[in-house]
DNA sequence: AATTCATTCAACCGCAAAGGA
DNA sequence: ATCCTTTGCGGTTGAATGAAT
């Protein structure tokens, strides 16, 4: 037999609370504080349990919280330090002044996992997704398949793509798909670069975002790989946030070589970060890049 | 206009940590 | 050191609402 909940008591109310309700809290922690709060409920005549007084107060009546929807800056903060933090809302909700760890779990689990989920990055690692149908679904959206394909060839590619997908779920690469899909070879007119996963510790194949060639500054679809989860977009210590600002400061930063300079992103590396968060443009180009297919 | 389906978010539940006896 | 109570946290639920058919 599990524990009994807190509130089993007969009689105890629950559910959605009224506005009178809600008027007897408010003045009876205007004027005493909360004290304890098992015991407040009694004090201030409420037939309610004191975690749901807590959890009403908390998340609801406090005069200090921020209602209404989140601005761009409160999602890049959130994106940001869940890439680090994972799911410690009420560590997240420290940093976002007026905003409760329940109001940031909701909007999480609502809008922004659905985001990253939509952009082929798994909202638990930060990185891009491995599994099938994100994979897939780039590939036929970076591809443009639909265009150039009979739908029952497409099924025979898939089932085929998806038997060596079972054989080796780790090593997902153009080159392997290419192998088993030689008709992908001369793939529509966005020419992709293939790198060389072997020079790649832990690989994770990352398409491009965006087609915004002036972010990218080359014409064609890339493919870089993205080596480390966004929360190394973090700097770590309070030196060079100039040098590293600069690099961060746009999508671009994930297609640039080792050397810095634009390419197809081959052993880029990214570390550190201007000491905060990505500005709201690197997670709009993203999330309404009208390229990447919608998953949910 | 009626019905079904999808989404949102306030509220609950149960577990774990913190703190006091 | 152990037990017990209280508080805080994260996962989940379900009523309310909106959108689609």
């Not at 779990?105 to 149908?133: A, E, Q, Y």
């Not at 770590?236 to 690099?247: I, P, R, V, Y």
Request: aromatic share 6%; hydrophobic share 35%; glycine share 8%.
């Amino acid at each position: 037999m599990g524990r009994p909940p807190c509130c089993d008591e007969s009689g105890i109310k629950k559910g959605p609370w009224t506005p009178e309700e809600d008027q007897k809290l408010i003045q009876y922690i205007q004027k005493n504080g909360h004290g304890s709060w098992r015991a407040l409920p009694k004090l201030a005549g409420l037939n309610r349990c004191g975690k749901s007084c807590r959890l009403r107060w908390t998340n609801y009546l406090r005069p200090d919280i921020k209602r209404g929807k989140f601005s761009a800056e409160e999602e890049h903060t959130i994106l940001h330090l869940h890439s680090v933090l994972g799911n410690k809302w009420s560590a997240i909700a420290t940093h976002l002044p007026g905003r409760t760890d329940n109001e940031i779990k909701n909007f999480w689990n609502t809008h922004l996992k659905k985001k990253l989920i939509r952009i082929g990055v798994d909202p638990t690692t930060h990185r891009p997704r491995m599994d099938l149908p994100a994979t897939l679904s780039r590939l036929l959206c970076l591809a443009d398949l639909t265009g150039i394909m009979e739908p029952r060839a497409w099924d025979d590619h898939a089932a085929r793509f998806l038997q060596h997908l079972l054989r080796s779920p780790a090593t997902i690469n153009m080159s392997s798909f290419s192998s088993i899909v030689p008709e992908m070879k001369p793939v529509s007119p966005m020419n992709m670069q293939v790198p060389d996963t072997a020079s790649v510790p832990s690989p994770a194949l990352f398409p491009a975002a965006t087609s915004n060639a002036e972010v990218y500054g080359v014409p064609e679809m890339s493919f870089g790989f993205h080596q480390q989860p966004l929360g190394n977009y973090i700097k770590q210590d309070s030196t060079s946030n100039d040098e590293l600002g600069a690099a961060m400061s746009a999508p671009s930063a994930l297609l640039r070589d080792a050397d810095g300079s634009l390419g197809n992103g081959d052993n880029c590396s990214i570390s550190g970060n201007a000491g905060s968060v990505p500005p709201p443009s690197f997670w709009s180009e993203l999330f309404d890049d009208p390229l990447l297919p919608g998953l949910i």
